[in-house]
Structure formats: C-alpha cells, structure tokens
C-alpha cells in the first residue's frame, strides 16, 4: 500500500528538473493514471497537500496564518512579513490574513508548528490565569 506522502514525493522526484511543459502534462496524467489503478483516487487531496508541503519546503517557502480582528493596513502587513521571514528564515511567505473579531486587537501568527499570540484577548487570558 502506497501512502499520500510517497505517492507526492515520487510526483515531486519527478516533475522536479522538468521544463517542459508537455513533459509536465504527460507526467500528470500518468501519474494520475498510476493512482486510478491502485483503487487510491480517495487519497488525491492528501497527495496534494503532501506535494504542497514538499514544492514549498524545497522553495523556502513558508505558509502562515495570521489572525487579526481587523484587516490590516499595508505598513503593518509588510512589518509582519519582514520579522516572519527573519524567524523562519524562509525565502518567501505565503501568508493568509484571518479576520476574527473574537481577538479583540492585536494578532495571532502561526507558521511551522509555531503560535504566536499578540491578541488582547491572549493577554487578558494570561492576565487572568496569573490573577487567578
């Protein structure tokens, strides 16, 4: 049995020094030929998200989730991705800005298994646990 994570590592290996856009294609669909007919289509979106998590390790490329009670402005976005880039020390950031008006103020950063929480409503909870 093939699991997602080996069936993307072999996609990567194999589409990794290709160029050609057509070479490209014709590994694709033998690919997904080759998953067809081990009965495995149910683990596609798992083989995906592995591929994913492989190309952006490989690229320097750092996914992350940040969390703010409001949009925010470009000045602050741009201060985030340049301290983000500094703690990873990835090459570049695919950064996705969550609205939660849950959190009050502030903003909650999460990348490689790291959480950062600069939320008002986490430092009243760290207020309150110290009160308490």
């Given at each position: ?8 590592i ?9 160029d ?24 596609f ?8 998590k ?13 969390v703010?009670?409001?949009k ?10 340049n ?12 950064i ?5 008006k ?31």
């Amino acid at each position: 049995m093939i699991s997602s994570k080996q069936y993307a590592i072999a996609l990567y290996d194999s589409l990794e020094n290709e160029d050609n856009r057509d070479e490209v294609k014709k590994i694709v669909k033998n690919f997904t030929g080759l998953v067809m007919n081990n009965n495995d289509l149910l683990k596609f979106d798992d083989i995906i998200d592995e591929f994913n998590k492989i190309w952006f390790k490989k690229q320097g490329i750092v996914n992350v989730k940040i969390v703010s009670a409001r949009k925010l402005s470009y000045n602050i976005f741009e201060m985030l991705n340049n301290e983000i880039i500094k703690l990873s020390k990835a090459k570049k950031l695919n950064i996705k800005n969550l609205i939660d008006k849950n959190i009050l103020g502030g903003v909650i950063i999460k990348f490689n298994n790291i959480i950062i929480d600069y939320s008002l409503n986490g430092r009243l909870q760290k207020l309150k646990s110290k009160i308490i």
